[in-house]
């Protein structure tokens, strides 16, 4: 039959005259929207005994959606828009057995009235149809997964795969795979790949039809087929989510390759077992925990400056069971005197990869739940700690130390007297760490710091000193001055003062050089009128 016989086609859709389809113009590809798909239409209703119009979405210019199937709309368009094709026009003519049936819809619809609705279908999805044109459709799920956060572009994915023909047979292994990985939204992601991976969740295994159209692309990966037959997909999503960057300075990059279970990450003072291997460019072993420790995990407390910072900092962010992906910058590792395990044959000064596993997590006291006494012991613990980091010129792991005891103090709910114990023993951590914020250049957080602790005890020295030398490289100079000023008022006989003030003298010197520098460059360009009066006296 061709297109222009089936224009006008009448089409009884229920056998008994209820539902009557008559195609005004034929719509495009083989499919027509299934149960539950989210259905757009344009359409106007008429009564049949006279053929007045009662709505229409035309006139309001906004097309209908609903959900095919589901009882959203009267009978007869569950019916005749389920028959339709993607652009299709009809008129749908309906029974009041499938319309409103005796009581009518008042004002505009009588009982008993007999509707014809020109109906064009414009497009339709559902959460199984990928890409909403039925080349790529989720069929069944297999093994359900978990969690709520669904996977988006940007982020990584692990997954297997296998392909199977129409019959069920698995394909040629060459598509099929024990571990994929790709990142969702790079051109060397197979579109298909990539869509169905969006409708699933970790730990799911699910099986899709993709269409030859889809299978395989070129310069994409990973193929599906040979491109020339539809397949069956059954795929299972391992984890996905983003690569984090740890630490204060973003130096430590992770990657989830197995999620851990429950929802206890270590904090300071908790004991951690777990494997670790260190590997190469090209992935190969240079140390195994299970192979070269006696197959024990590895044991240490988080916290622990004798534990490489790149190690800790992941460690707080994993669960038990975890596996993750690292890569450390090598300041985070073996430096200041921590060496790598015997026999790993890891260049110290350079970069570090390594996946880990955590085993076991044993959580210390939180800090609401440590008595005022033991905080106090455990602060000036930690202050130790950092004080020797701090020596020895490791001030990004410092600062952490010194903020780690000051955190122990969070707790607003104390006794008046253990609140000014808690602010004399919060002090100095505050001020050491604003000082290994000025040794790092990072003056913004150095702020904060001295702040903190100039609301403890506004007449510090050592904390003006510190907030003056910030100001005066965030370019602050009136409140360096200040700040100076109030140093010399307190104590004048502070030796290192005058050349901290000679600086800031040197840098506002500067900054006025750079300023007037700018302001004359500004104008250059805008002439004088003075400049065209003599030649205007002559004329």
């Known amino acids: 039959m061709s297109e222009n016989d089936k224009a006008n086609t009448v089409i009884d859709l229920t056998g008994d005259g209820a539902v009557v389809k008559e195609i005004l113009r034929e719509g495009s590809g083989e499919t027509s929207p299934q149960p539950e798909d989210d259905v757009k239409v344009h359409y106007v209703g008429t009564l049949a005994s006279d053929g007045s119009k009662f709505d229409s979405s035309r006139d309001r210019d906004d097309p209908f959606v609903f959900k095919l199937g589901v009882g959203q709309v009267i009978k007869?368009?569950?019916?005749?828009?389920?028959?339709?094709?993607?652009?299709?026009?009809?008129?749908?003519?309906?029974?009041?057995?499938?319309?409103?049936?005796?009581?009518g819809s008042p004002p505009k619809i009588p009982a008993n009235a007999v509707l014809k609705f020109e109906v064009e279908l414009l497009s339709w999805s559902n959460d199984k149809d990928v890409f909403g044109d039925g080349g790529v459709v989720k069929q069944e799920v297999i093994e359900t997964g978990s969690g709520w956060k669904g996977v988006e572009t940007g982020n990584y994915c692990r997954f297997?795969?296998?392909?199977?023909?129409?019959?069920?047979?698995?394909?040629?292994?060459?598509?099929?795979?024990?571990?994929?990985?790709?990142?969702?939204?790079?051109?060397?992601?197979?579109?298909?790949?990539?869509?169905?991976?969006?409708?699933?969740?970790?730990?799911?295994?699910?099986?899709?039809?993709?269409?030859?159209?889809?299978?395989?692309?070129?310069?994409?990966?990973?193929?599906?087929?040979?491109?020339?037959?539809?397949?069956?997909?059954?795929?299972?999503?391992?984890?996905?989510?983003i690569i984090q960057k740890l630490g204060e300075d973003g130096l430590v990059s992770k990657k989830v390759l197995t999620e851990g279970t429950g929802w206890e990450q270590p904090t300071d003072?908790?004991?951690?077992?777990?494997?670790?291997?260190?590997?190469?460019?090209?992935?190969?072993?240079?140390?195994?925990?299970?192979?070269?420790?006696?197959?024990?995990?590895?044991?240490?407390?988080?916290?622990?400056?004798?534990?490489?910072?790149?190690?800790?900092?992941?460690?707080?962010?994993?669960?038990?069971?975890?596996?993750?992906?690292?890569?450390?910058?090598?300041?985070?590792?073996?430096v200041f005197g921590l060496a790598p395990p015997a026999g790993s044959n890891i260049q110290e000064g350079s970069d570090v990869d390594f996946t880990i596993e955590v085993t076991d997590i044993q959580k210390g006291k939180e800090s609401w739940n440590l008595s005022h006494a033991e905080k106090i012991a455990l602060c000036t613990e930690r202050k130790g700690q950092g004080n020797a980091l701090f020596k020895a010129g490791n001030y990004r792991r410092a600062a952490i130390s010194y903020r780690s005891a000051i955190k122990l103090f969070a707790d607003a709910n104390s006794k008046?007297?253990?609140?000014?114990?808690?602010?004399?023993?919060?002090?100095?951590?505050?001020?050491?760490?604003?000082?290994?914020?000025?040794?790092?250049?990072?003056?913004?957080?150095?702020?904060?710091?001295?702040?903190?602790?100039?609301?403890?005890?506004?007449?510090?020295?050592?904390?003006?000193?510190?907030?003056?030398?910030?100001?005066?490289?965030?370019?602050?100079f009136v409140e360096s001055h200040q700040d100076f000023n109030h140093v010399q008022?307190?104590?004048?006989?502070?030796?290192?003062?005058?050349?901290?003030?000679?600086?800031?003298k040197r840098a506002e010197k500067q900054q006025n050089k750079r300023d007037k520098k700018a302001f004359t460059k500004m104008f250059s360009g805008i002439s004088d009128p003075s400049d065209s009066a003599p030649e205007a006296a002559q004329q």
């Open 76 to 103: 007869a368009w569950d019916i005749g828009v389920a028959s339709m094709k993607q652009g299709e026009l009809a008129i749908i003519t309906c029974q009041p057995s499938h319309g409103y049936g005796e009581s």
């Open 160 to 241: 297997n795969y296998t392909v199977k023909n129409a019959n069920g047979d698995v394909i040629d292994q060459d598509f099929s795979s024990e571990v994929c990985e790709v990142v969702l939204g790079e051109s060397s992601t197979l579109p298909a790949v990539e869509g169905m991976l969006k409708k699933m969740k970790t730990g799911e295994t699910a099986r899709f039809n993709v269409s030859a159209k889809y299978a395989s692309q070129e310069g994409t990966l990973p193929r599906l087929g040979d491109g020339n037959s539809d397949v069956q997909v059954e795929i299972k999503l391992l984890v996905h989510g």
């Open 269 to 334: 003072g908790a004991s951690v077992k777990y494997h670790i291997t260190y590997i190469d460019e090209s992935g190969t072993s240079l140390f195994s925990s299970k192979s070269q420790n006696g197959g024990n995990p590895v044991e240490c407390t988080v916290g622990d400056t004798n534990v490489p910072e790149a190690i800790d900092v992941v460690l707080r962010e994993m669960k038990e069971g975890e596996v993750s992906q690292v890569h450390a910058d090598k300041s985070t590792m073996f």
């Open 416 to 476: 008046d007297n253990e609140k000014r114990e808690a602010s004399h023993a919060k002090l100095p951590c505050l001020l050491n760490a604003t000082m290994c914020c000025i040794k790092l250049g990072k003056y913004d957080q150095g702020l904060k710091d001295v702040n903190q602790a100039l609301e403890i005890d506004g007449n510090n020295v050592k904390g003006l000193y510190r907030r003056g030398i910030i100001h005066r490289e965030l370019g602050n």
């Open 489 to 504: 008022d307190l104590d004048s006989t502070l030796p290192e003062l005058s050349r901290e003030i000679a600086l800031l």
